[in-house]
T-cell receptor
Framework: EAQVTQNPRYLITVTGKKLTVTCSQN?????MSWYRQDPGLGLRQIYY???????DKGDVPEGYKVSRKEKRNFPLILESPSPNQTSLYFC??????????????????FGNGTRLTVT | AQTVTQSQPEMSVQEAETVTLSCTYD???????LFWYKQPPSRQMILVIR??????QNATENRFSVNFQKAAKSFSLKISDSQLGDAAMYFC??????????????FGKGTSLLVTP
């Protein structure tokens, strides 16, 4: 089954304790990204990657790191989490946009989300 | 950056009736994609429908259809024969075709849809 898998689904941690949220997709998508969702703010992009070893900052990258060593995996790393990083996180992937009418006009496919609480 | 505006924080519809959710966006691009995503209480993000800006024909997916007005930069979602399972938060989203924006999906703040029996 084509899917984006992120783990864990729930995570409670303390300020300053490094953590990693994993994300894996089995659709051979070039593009992967991380979003955070906060009440009243909607979804905002943290980081994205257009291919292996190619990553770039989104709208809210401060306090986060990512890596893309393999095409299927795109982990989100919080080196020193703080309470303002308490949020719902989504990993997403897609093909990059292609020619008109092609299958590459693909939407983002989302993982099931990770609810992170930093105390 | 492109902005997406959903002016209705909450909407309510009776089962079997029709409801329309509004979305407007701001862009200087001529080619882009528009989407509606549904987020039920399970918090999954589920694609409802997509529209390519170069296509004049409005997209439809079963009970879901859009009214895409490119000149007005408007992209509303119509849900016909509403069902209890349609209750969710609905997000309108914009995605540019070029890499300048990092291919990011720009989301509206969402509309919470309540379906009453």
């Amino acid at each position: 089954e084509a899917q984006v898998t992120q783990n864990p689904r729930y995570l409670i941690t303390v300020t300053g304790k490094k953590l990693t949220v994993t994300c894996s997709q089995n659709m051979n998508h070039e593009y992967m990204s991380w979003y955070r969702q906060d009440p009243g703010l909607g979804l905002r992009q943290i980081y994205y990657s257009m291919n292996v070893e190619v990553t770039d900052k989104g709208d809210v990258p401060e306090g986060y790191k990512v890596s893309r060593k393999e095409k299927r995996n795109f982990p989100l790393i919080l080196e020193s989490p703080s309470p303002n990083q308490t949020s719902l996180y989504f990993c997403a992937s897609s093909f990059l946009t292609g020619g008109r009418g092609s299958s590459y006009n693909s939407p983002l496919h989302f993982g099931n989300g990770t609810r992170l609480t930093v105390t | 950056a492109q902005t997406v505006t959903q002016s209705q924080p909450e909407m309510s519809v009776q089962e079997a009736e029709t409801v329309t959710l509004s979305c407007t966006y701001d862009t200087s691009e001529s080619d882009y994609y528009l989407f509606w995503y549904k987020q039920p209480p399970s918090r999954q993000m589920i694609l409802v429908i997509r529209q390519e800006a170069y296509k004049q024909q409005n997209a439809t997916e079963n009970r879901f259809s859009v009214n895409f007005q490119k000149a007005a930069k408007s992209f509303s979602l119509k849900i016909s024969d509403s069902q209890l399972g349609d209750a969710a938060m609905y997000f309108c989203a914009y995605r540019a075709r070029n890499s300048n924006s990092g291919y990011a999906l720009n989301f509206g703040k969402g509309t919470s849809l309540l379906v009453t029996p």
